[in-house]
T-cell receptor, first 112, second 112 residues
Framework: GESVGLHLPTLSVQEGDNSIINCAYSNSASDYFIWYKQESGKGPQFIID?????DKRQGQRVTVLLNKTVKHLSLQIAATQPGDSAVYFC???????????FGKGTHLIIQP | DAGITQSPRHKVTETGTPVTLRCHQT?????MYWYRQDPGHGLRLIHYSYGVKDTDKGEVSDGYSVSRSKTEDFLLTLESATSSQTSVYFC???????????FGPGTRLTVL
């Protein structure tokens, strides 16, 4: 089946800089996209989501951008902090009962 | 986050023994999921449930069975554990009409 993938497995940024994590998807029927944060030893934690009828959505320090033309999703984290160190997953859904399809994740490392 | 708990949190067992993992949610969510997480593979769906006694297979269901006799509980059983089932197992749930899944803390299973 089609799957969601990530461009880079590891991203290193300076504390205080903005972080951008990218994701490509291939399922043209996907209409819901979500980002999770997973800290070491914990379960994935919901960050932000977006539906296909939107191209941008903002939360607290996070923004998700959706480009349906090129099937691309990105997560922007403003003013990155040490607590942002984690693995970030994107996932998508076409609305089926089997739910979400996950990418492999990007490890965000914060340099002091 | 939904009130999702998993038990046990850690388990070591021997090849050939049966193992049951429990997921419990207090949010009255209709949908529940079992995933395994392995390095290089991300989160892969094992089984899911769309209601009491209604379950279906996911991507990696071989060697696993599930049961859901109550809305709040979703059990994952390894009938005869193998070393390839050593993994971290996550349960998730979402309510009807939404796609946002909330995850439990995970169970680390080691099969010797």
């Amino acid at each position: 089946g089609e799957s969601v993938g990530l461009h880079l497995p590891t991203l290193s940024v300076q504390e205080g800089d903005n972080s951008i994590i990218n994701c490509a998807y291939s399922n043209s029927a996907s209409d819901y996209f979500i980002w999770y944060k997973q800290e070491s030893g914990k379960g994935p934690q919901f960050i932000i989501d977006i539906r296909s009828n939107m191209d941008k959505r903002q939360g607290q320090r996070v923004t998700v951008l959706l480009n349906k033309t090129v099937k691309h999703l990105s997560l922007q984290i403003a003013a990155t902090q040490p607590g942002d160190s984690a693995v970030y997953f994107c996932a998508d859904s076409g609305g089926g009962a089997d739910g979400l399809t996950f990418g492999k994740g990007t490890h965000l490392i914060i340099q002091p | 986050d939904a009130g999702i708990t998993q038990s046990p949190r850690h388990k070591v067992t021997e090849t050939g023994t049966p193992v049951t993992l429990r997921c419990h949610q207090t949010e009255n969510h209709r949908y529940m999921y079992w995933y395994r997480q392995d390095p290089g593979h991300g989160l892969r769906l094992i089984h899911y449930s769309y209601g009491v006694k209604d379950t279906d297979k996911g991507e990696v269901s071989d060697g696993y069975s599930v049961s859901r006799s109550k809305t709040e509980d979703f059990l994952l059983t390894l009938e005869s554990a193998t070393s390839s089932q050593t993994s971290v197992y996550f349960c998730a749930s979402n309510r009807d009409g939404t796609d946002t899944q909330y995850f439990g803390p995970g169970t680390r299973l080691t099969v010797l």
